[in-house]
C-alpha cells in the first residue's frame, strides 16, 4: 500500500550469517535465469488486489475482479471495522468464508495482507499475531502473507524477530511470508534485502512494488534501477503504477514505471514465474473500476509475456 526498524549483538549475529544464506539463494537464482523461460501462458498467476474498492464489502470486490477476467484475488483493504478483508482480530471461521467466497467465484489468493502486528506491546504479542495472521491464511486458501514492515528504528529488531520466529510455523501451513518495499526502513530493495537477511529463513522473502519505489524516493530512484538489487528474493509482485507527485492511484501503464524493463530485470534476476498482483487502479464509480480493472489485466498479460 501506499504505502503507509537497535541490533543487539544476538541479532546482529544471526543476521551475519543468514547473509551467506541470501547471498547463495541470489546465486541459485542468477543461476535459474539462464534457464529456459516457463510458458508465459501458465507462469504467472495475474490477479487483482481488493484495495481499489476499498469502500465496499469485500465480496464486491471479489465479484468486480472476478468479472474483469482475473483468476487471483489479493486480500487487502476493504469496508469493514479494521478496514482490511483479513487481520489478525478475524476469527479463522471468518478466514474460512473469506476463502470460500473466492471460491464461489473462480478465484485463489496468492497474498494476504493483514496489517501491523503489536510488536510495541511486546514481542510474545507480535509472535501471537502473526500466528494468528498465518492461521487465517492458511483458513482462507491462501499462499502468501504480506507484512509491511515498520518505519520506528526503535521496534525494528522486535519486528523482524517476531517474523522470524513463525517463518518455520508459516512453511508447515504452506504459508509464504513476505515484505514489501513500504518506506521507512524498507524503502527500497537494499534496504529490503538487508532485512530479509536479518530474518535469514528461506520462507522470508520480497513482494516487489515498483510504484512505492518511485513514491517513497520522491520519483528520485527509478525501479528499474532498483529491481538490480534485489536478485533471487522476489516472490511476487504489486503491480502499481505512480505519476508525480505522489499519485498511486491510477492504473498501471498510465504513469512512470517502466514495467517492461522492471519485468525484465526482476526476470534476469530469477523472477521467471509467480503472482503479478494489480494494487491500484484509478480511482471512481464501480463502472469505472470495472474498466479500469480490465485494462489493468490487459496491460499485465502483455508486459508479462514480453
Not at 475482479?65 to 489478525?88: C, D, F, N, R, W
Not at 520462507?203 to 524516493?217: A, M, V
Request: aromatic letters at 8%.
Amino acid at each position: 500500500m501506499p504505502d503507509t526498524t537497535v541490533l543487539s549483538r544476538r541479532s546482529f549475529c544471526r543476521g551475519a550469517a543468514a547473509a551467506g544464506a541470501i547471498a547463495a539463494l541470489g546465486a541459485r537464482a542468477g543461476s535459474a535465469a539462464v534457464a529456459p523461460p516457463a510458458d508465459p501462458k501458465s507462469a504467472w498467476k495475474i490477479g487483482c488486489f481488493t484495495r481499489p474498492w476499498d469502500r465496499h464489502d469485500y465480496r464486491t470486490a471479489l465479484d468486480a475482479i472476478a468479472e474483469a477476467g482475473y483468476s487471483y484475488a489479493g486480500l487487502m483493504t476493504a469496508k469493514s471495522p479494521s478496514g482490511l478483508v483479513i487481520s489478525a482480530a478475524t476469527t479463522a471461521e471468518e478466514a474460512a468464508r473469506v476463502g470460500e467466497e473466492a471460491k464461489k467465484r473462480g478465484l485463489k489468493i496468492p497474498s494476504v495482507y493483514g496489517g501491523d502486528i503489536p510488536v510495541k506491546e511486546s514481542l510474545e504479542a507480535g509472535i501471537a499475531a502473526m500466528k494468528r495472521l498465518i492461521d487465517n491464511c492458511a483458513a482462507a486458501g491462501a499462499t502468501s502473507l504480506m507484512m509491511g514492515g515498520t518505519g520506528d528504528p526503535k521496534l525494528n529488531d522486535i519486528y523482524y524477530k517476531a517474523v522470524a520466529e513463525t517463518c518455520a510455523y508459516a512453511a508447515e501451513k504452506k504459508i509464504g511470508i513476505t515484505v514489501k518495499p513500504h518506506g521507512g526502513l524498507n524503502a527500497t530493495g537494499p534496504q529490503c534485502r538487508a532485512l530479509i537477511a536479518k530474518v535469514g529463513h528461506p520462507n522470508f522473502r520480497l513482494w516487489y512494488d515498483p510504484g512505492n519505489i518511485f513514491y517513497y524516493s520522491d520519483a528520485k530512484l527509478d525501479p528499474v534501477d532498483d529491481a538490480a538489487t534485489v536478485d533471487g528474493l522476489v516472490a511476487g509482485m504489486s503491480v502499481k503504477d505512480y505519476r508525480h507527485p505522489k499519485d498511486v492511484m491510477l492504473t498501471p501503464g498510465t504513469g512512470q514505471v517502466d514495467f517492461k524493463a522492471v519485468m525484465a530485470r526482476l526476470k534476469k534476476g530469477g523472477f521467471t514465474s509467480g503472482p503479478l498482483v494489480v494494487e491500484t487502479l484509478r480511482a471512481g464509480e464501480l463502472p469505472v473500476l470495472a474498466e479500469e480493472a480490465v485494462k489493468a489485466r490487459k496491460f499485465v498479460e502483455a508486459f508479462a509475456s514480453a
